[in-house]
């Protein structure tokens, strides 16, 4: 059913276990408004508590068209909001960035033309960014009078630093794709939209390769981590580390390694 969906400001289309999410407000530079986030919150949670990464083994989301990815938060909607309207747009927000930070599965956020404000922020919620040579970041919230409420004003620090997150927060201004590899808030280039979902694709070929379980396992633990210090991160790892123990596919990729054959792995 969420394969074909009835979304309105999304889409989703599952091909050979990978999912491709766009953002689909072309028009508007697909700013994010109530209704786009709304739909994300019931895409993403279905990922998360209905396939479990059973079928959907990876995830890109893109913007459509060439412009952007996702221009920012819909400023419109925004314009006119009161505190307490605002708290639950930021709130929704949020959530979401933390679905995609949840999703069983890796995602990676393909980044074409724009991804500013609330765009930048939900790339950054996303495994790692691909971007387009002519992609464009940046979180230019304080122009209007607003700070980053998606998560910027955190995971922008924890990715680039916190001195230079400030520097980009205060200025507002525009980070190009270069500078973006270059402080590794992109860690990949392409010319072509079309060439970068390839290059997408073929990381995901690597990681299928791999145990599932494994990954997801990874995934949890890195995420989790983000928010601890180090000792309290390395038990969180260690639990895990001892958990996966009990998988068949720890079982089966040493039993693969020492018969000298391919692992065959269910993600169990
Ligand atoms: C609503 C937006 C929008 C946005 C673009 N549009 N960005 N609508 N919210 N964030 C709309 C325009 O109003 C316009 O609609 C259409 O998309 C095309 O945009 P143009 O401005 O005509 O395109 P262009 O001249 O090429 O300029 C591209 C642009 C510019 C530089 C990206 O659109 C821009 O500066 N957008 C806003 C970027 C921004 O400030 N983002 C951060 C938002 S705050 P019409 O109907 O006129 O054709 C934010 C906060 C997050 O994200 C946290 C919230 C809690």
Known sequence: MYITGNYETIAFELKE????????????????????????????????EEDKGQTIKGVIITGAGE????????????????????????????????LFEKLPMPIIACVNGFALGGGCEMAMSCDFIYATESAVFGQPE??????????????????????????????????KAE??????????????????????????????????????ISKKVMNEGNDLTVTQGLTCELEQFAAVFSSED????TKAFIEKRAPNFTGN
Do not use: C
């Not at 720890?250 to 990729?253: A, P, T």
């Open 17 to 48: 276990n990978i999912g491709y999410l766009t953002i689909n407000r072309e028009k508007k530079l697909n700013a994010l408004n109530s209704q786009v986030l709304s739909e994300l919150k019931t895409l993403l949670t279905h990922f998360i």
């Open 67 to 98: 412009k952007a990815f996702i221009a920012g938060a819909d400023i419109a909607q925004m314009q006119n909001m009161s505190v307490e309207e605002a708290r639950d747009f930021g709130a929704l927000g949020q959530e979401v960035s933390l």
């Open 142 to 175: 304080v122009k209007l009078g607003l700070i980053p409420g998606f998560g910027g004003t955190q995971r922008l620090s924890k990715i680039v630093g916190r001195n230079r997150a400030k520097e980009i927060i205060y200025t507002g201004r525009n980070v």
């Open 179 to 216: 500078e973006a590899l270059s402080i590794g808030l992109a860690i990949k280039l392409f010319p072509t939209k079309e060439e970068m979902i390839a290059g997408a694709l073929k990381t995901f070929s690597y990681m299928l390769s791999n145990s599932p379980n494994a990954i997801k």
């Open 250 to 253: 720890m079982q089966e990729g």
